[in-house]
């Protein structure tokens, strides 16, 4: 999960150790640079062995997220990271007798100059929020990533014979990257039914995957697919030569999906909520053998029913997870009644990203917060139902 820019200031560094030599470091740093634009860069390095010879792992990455909130009713979210991961394959122990084979843990078995994983990885993320005037909230992500993957193993062919003077160990590498390209988009109305409260739920979503698998087997010496070593040192340095074989796998493939949902979420008193929807789903494959030109299309269209209820025992559970205290909630309020500078017709909201939480601060009102006919009204009706009229309230402050 992506540490969101929220405008709260943090400055977190984190160094941790552990067995086999695991060195990990994290940076974590954050803050508003406007009261409408928040930053926040992420950063992690890892690296470690293994209790087993040969292998270890180096992995890293970096996410800078930039939030834009123009107003309480709007945000904008920008995200992007890359993350890196290389290591030694290891591909375990091999049986003898129909169970694992007796040696040590820290026994190798398989080549340590070519047993390795590599993994690239480049996603892009952008989050458009926004809630109009009637309480429709609009919600839009759109991701694009780019997976950089590949994968090479030496490794046991089969078990130890029965001597426990041998094994056969092969080889083969698979190179499997893949582009992605998705939209979802949800629209999410509250209303009131009687007692009942309902959360309607509409959204589609739309994306591509397009990619290849590149298989290639190992050919120890140039010639046989298999090469005998002893299980007292199961380590082959012997070259290998990779090649694509007829069995192997060389396709490119291309994958179109879609979808369509409603849903409506019913909240029967404070602790029970009744889901009920549907989804539907189409799911559009083309492969192509890069060798023979041989394409194979499949088109599958799902449709898929939704019913669930939902028991929330603690009701305010989530708010420490979501929200702030009572006491930091009612400070805009208090502010507002009693502080000296503040003047009429001034509105004041919490100072963090999109006004969700934090310290008193001035802002700014949505269009029908602005609204002098709504207003009018609103001061209207509070005449009527309490009884006090404007004027009398003037008569009594002059007296």
Known sequence: MLKEADGVPVRELTLQGGSFLDRRAALDIGQALTSEVAARFNAVYETTESYRRFVDMERYGINPTLTFAPNAA????????????????????????????R???????????????????????????HETDSGLKIRSQTR????????QNVFPAGPVNAAGTSVNLTAYNNATPRTNLFNQTDFIQKIDTGPLR???????????QSGTSYRENG??????????????????????TFRNIASGANNAY???????????????????????????DRFDLQSTDRRSGASFDSVDNLVSPRIGVVVKPLAKVSNLFLGQSDSMGALPTLYAATAPDVTGGEYFGPDGIGEQRGHPQRGGRSGRASNETDARRLWEVSEELTGVSFA????VAAA
């Open 198 to 208: 309902h959360t309607l739920l509409a959204g589609f979503e739309v994306g591509r």
């Open 103 to 129: 040696t040590s843990r820290s026994t190798f078995f398989g080549n340590p100059e070519l047993n390795y994983a590599r993994a690239d990885a480049h996603v892009a993320t952008a989050v458009v929020e």
């Open 254 to 280: 291309t994958l179109d999906v879609a979808a369509a949902y409603v849903q409506d979420q019913v909240a029967i008193g404070k602790y029970v909520d009744v889901i009920g929807g549907v989804r539907f």
């Open 392 to 395: 009398a309230l003037d008569s």
């Open 219 to 240: 050919f120890f010496n140039d010639r046989k697919t298999t090469i005998a070593v002893s299980p007292l040192w199961p380590v082959s340095l012997a070259p290998i």
């Open 74 to 101: 709007t945000s904008v979210r920008l995200s992007y990271e890359y993350f890196h991961d290389e290591r030694v394959t290891d591909r375990g122990v091999p049986s003898q007798f129909g169970r694992p084979y």
């Open 144 to 151: 694009f990533a780019d997976y950089d993957k590949f994968y």
